[in-house]
C-alpha cells in the first residue's frame, strides 16, 4: 500500500523560502518516478518538478532557478527546496509517485493529501 505525506508547508513572505518534505512507504523507493505538483484555486493542478528512477530532473519554466527537487533514497523521502517565493506560487503542493514520469496528473497513480503554501 503505497503511502505519500507530505508536510513543510506554510505562509512565507515574498521572496522567502520553504522546504516541502514528502515521505514515502509502501513500495521500493528509488523504483518510482517522484514528481511534486500544485494546484491554486481556481486553476488546473500542474506539474512543477519531477525525479525519475535514472535520476533524470525536470523543472516547470516559471520555477527553474528557484526550486530544487531532491530526495533521500535512505530516508525515503522527497524534498522540495522553494527559494525567492513569488504570489503565484501560492497553492497546495502535491507529491505524486508512478512507475514513469508523466507531465499530466492523470500519469500518476499515487498521490499525498497536499500540503498548503501561501506567500504573501
Known amino acids: 500500500h503505497v503511502q505519500l505525506v507530505e508536510s513543510g508547508g506554510g505562509l512565507v513572505q515574498v521572496g522567502g523560502s520553504l522546504r516541502l518534505s514528502c515521505a514515502a512507504s509502501g513500495y521500493t523507493y528509488g523504483s518510482y518516478c517522484m514528481a511534486w505538483f500544485r494546484q491554486a484555486p481556481g486553476k488546473e493542478r500542474e506539474g512543477v518538478a519531477a525525479i525519475g528512477r535514472s535520476g533524470r530532473i525536470i523543472y516547470l519554466d516559471s520555477v527553474k532557478g528557484r526550486f530544487t527537487i531532491s530526495q533521500d533514497n535512505i530516508k525515503h523521502t522527497l524534498y522540495l527546496q522553494m527559494n525567492s517565493l513569488k504570489p503565484e506560487d501560492t497553492a497546495m503542493y502535491y507529491c505524486?509517485?508512478?512507475?514513469?514520469?508523466?507531465?499530466?496528473?492523470?500519469?500518476?497513480?499515487?498521490w499525498g493529501q497536499g500540503t498548503q503554501v501561501t506567500v504573501s
Open positions: 505524486a509517485a508512478d512507475s514513469f514520469c508523466s507531465a499530466v496528473p492523470a500519469g500518476f497513480r499515487y
